[in-house]
């Protein structure tokens, strides 16, 4: 990472600081003397020879190894956080009277994409001079990120709050990703599902939810739209996606039948309670004195996978199946019984509350083990072969 800062920014911390903290020296300056040629505005956007270049005896392999690491990075992105309306005007007008303007300006426009954090004001944000920017800037191929909602430095509430740092770090990750499911609209089950005995107890598993938050974010990332029905997890949801929160596997039911049929994608996720108490008793059952424990007569819940796979016209769908063992004869007797193309099968117990997982996927081809990895990994790998599968799918 290589910072550039403006004067103004200055004014708010030190280019020691960022030197220290990104572990290069900061550029402040287009009249930079530490650049050979003096034009640290082309220099930083390029991959260009460090200074020594042209004195050095050129490495065997001559020409080959111009490509190589004895070059210094070019930056594959420019990111302007916090971008401000005056600097959002500047880039508008193409002006270019400082460092980092020159360089937004002089960068090569179809190699090095410019992504922007706007912060400001609220006015300043709803002012129609700065949405007429903001909308220059899109149409000239800038990728705004945010801004977001909320308290402002000075005091106001409204739009205009930057991003915060790890929303922006994720942004750009999620900017690099290939749009596999651009267009596609994506519906996930994920978390356990909690089925009440009485207003204070209730049934419920060790689902944390995660894989499935993983895979709204990766398919997200990938360019589709994505509805992520939750049961109760306290987890963030990822940027972009659009969350509906239940308890029970009925409300999980009535969330995702009534939309499945107008998506592309099925991914059930959710550990779903197999069994609901048939009555959940009104009031907190309380011991009557006999030692014995209530008898809590018990229902069988609906299967959601299986319902949405039998739609007339259904989304791919995409299983998951947590077993304790035997995973590969499970997971393929699953995948016949529910009726779905793919079904990802893992060891549930060692998985559970994880940030790793390890994945079997089974589909009528075969199967294929995708190794020991992040979540968030696996679900952008599965989210590539979901994509891989898409293209084929009637
Ligand atoms: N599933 C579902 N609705 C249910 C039960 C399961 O949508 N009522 C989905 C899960 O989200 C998962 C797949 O079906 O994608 C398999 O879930 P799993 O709990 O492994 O299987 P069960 O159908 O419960 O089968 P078993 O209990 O026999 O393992």
Redo the contacts with the bound molecule.
């Keep these: 990472m290589q910072v550039v800062m403006t004067e103004a920014a200055e004014v708010f911390i030190t280019a020691v600081t960022l030197q220290a903290l990104s572990n290069r020296p900061v550029y402040t300056s287009q009249w930079d003397t530490r650049e050979p040629n003096n034009m640290a505005h082309i220099n930083l956007t390029r991959q260009r020879p460090p200074a020594d270049a042209v004195r050095r005896l050129p490495p065997e392999g001559g020409e080959k190894a111009r490509g190589g690491p004895s070059l210094s990075q070019e930056a594959d992105a420019v990111l302007v956080a916090p971008a401000s309306a005056d600097f959002m005007a500047k880039l508008v007008q193409g002006r270019a009277d400082d460092l980092l303007s020159l360089m937004c300006l002089a960068r090569p426009i179809e190699r090095c994409p410019l992504l922007i954090a706007p912060a400001m004001n609220r006015e300043m944000w709803a002012h129609p001079a700065t949405q007429r920017n903001a909308a220059q800037l899109r149409a000239d191929g800038t990728t705004l990120l945010g801004p977001d909602a909320g308290d402002q430095a000075c005091g106001e509430i409204g739009d205009g709050r930057m991003l915060e740092p790890e929303t922006l770090a994720e942004e750009l990750i999620a900017f690099f990703q290939p749009k596999r499911l651009a267009g596609k609209r994506v519906l996930i089950?994920a978390g356990p599902t909690f089925e009440a005995i009485d207003p204070v107890r209730g049934i419920t598993n060790r689902s944390s939810g995660k894989m499935g938050f993983a895979l709204a974010r990766a398919a997200r990332e990938a360019g589709a739209q994505v509805t992520l029905v939750a049961g109760p997890v306290a987890l963030p949801t990822p940027r972009g996606v659009m969350r509906t929160d239940v308890q029970s596997?009925q409300q999980m039911?009535d969330a995702v039948l009534p939309v499945a049929g107008a998506h592309d994608v099925f991914i059930?996720?959710?550990?779903?309670?197999?069994w609901r108490p048939a009555a959940p008793h009104e009031h907190k059952i309380k011991k009557d004195g006999s030692g014995r424990p209530p008898a809590i007569e018990m229902v069988e819940?609906?299967?959601?996978?299986?319902a949405?796979a039998r739609l007339p016209k259904p989304p791919y769908c995409?299983?998951?199946?947590?077993?304790s063992h035997d995973l590969l004869v499970?997971a393929q007797a699953?995948r016949l019984?529910?009726g779905v193309p793919l079904?990802a099968g893992n060891l549930?117990p060692a998985t559970f509350g994880q940030d790793d997982n390890t994945l079997l996927l089974v589909d009528a081809q075969g199967h294929r083990e995708l190794p020991t990895a992040s979540k968030l990994q696996l679900a952008r790998e599965l989210v590539r072969e979901i994509a891989e599968r898409l293209k084929t799918f009637k």
């Design positions: 089950t596997a039911q059930a996720t959710a550990a779903v309670a197999d819940n609906p299967d959601i996978l299986a949405v995409v299983g998951f199946a947590a077993e499970h699953k019984r529910k079904i549930g």
